[in-house]
């Protein structure tokens, strides 16, 4: 049954499941050669709930720059993770949440816990007297833009998504005209 669901924050222990999670949304989204994140990289630059097992160690937490949500099913298997981090409105002055990843294991879908994943979220917008819960989706991914548009969102077509990575992004903070 969908209402016995748990959602809790990522621990520094759930480094391995969340790297498993990010492999198969990019298997997902045909693109498993670009994953380069590591165990290590994930483990250094995102931010972790207290462990279960020592919650007073301050190793177990770190100031990274994102932070997981993490649905278990009521078999006990993590079924989906919402991967994400705050941003900022300047026109609204005020906090907000940018959804990096959402994914909800196949076996998993038409359960409720995608929509479970993102009410949380929303919900911690409210907390933070935030201005918006956004995303970006990848425009074949109809099942998706369909789901989200079901929950409200609305395609933002006015804005286009700007990339600098890679060589270009070492070029750039060279300096060098």
């Given at each position: 049954m ?6 809790r924050p990522a ?10 999670l ?6 997902y989204?045909?693109?498993t050669s ?8 994930l483990?250094?630059?995102?931010s972790?709930?207290p462990s ?21 099913a ?10 994400y981090f ?8 005020a906090p ?5 990843d ?6 998993y879908?038409?359960r409720?816990?995608?929509?479970a ?6 919900k911690?917008?409210?907390n933070?007297?935030?201005g918006?819960l ?11 833009l369909d ?6 969102a609305?395609r933002?077509?006015e804005w ?5 990575d890679?060589?270009a992004l070492?070029?750039l903070?060279?300096?060098k005209?």
């Open positions: 969908a209402s016995e669901y748990t959602i621990t520094r222990e759930d480094v391995p499941t969340i790297l498993s990010i492999h198969e949304l990019a298997a989204e045909n693109a670009s994953v380069v994140a590591t165990e290590e990289s483990a250094r630059t995102l972790f709930a279960s097992n020592n919650t007073s160690s301050p190793s177990t937490q770190n100031s990274g720059y994102a932070k997981t949500l993490l649905l278990t009521p078999e006990g298997e993590v079924a989906g993770m919402a991967l705050h941003n900022y409105s300047t026109w609204r002055a907000g949440i940018y959804l990096e959402l994914f909800v294991k196949p076996k879908r038409k409720g816990y995608g929509k994943l993102i009410r949380e979220l929303a911690e917008v409210v933070i007297h935030g918006r956004e995303w970006s989706c990848l425009n074949w991914n109809k099942p998706s789901f989200y548009e079901a929950l409200g609305k933002m077509s286009v998504g700007l990339r600098v890679g060589d070492n070029t903070a060279g300096g005209e």
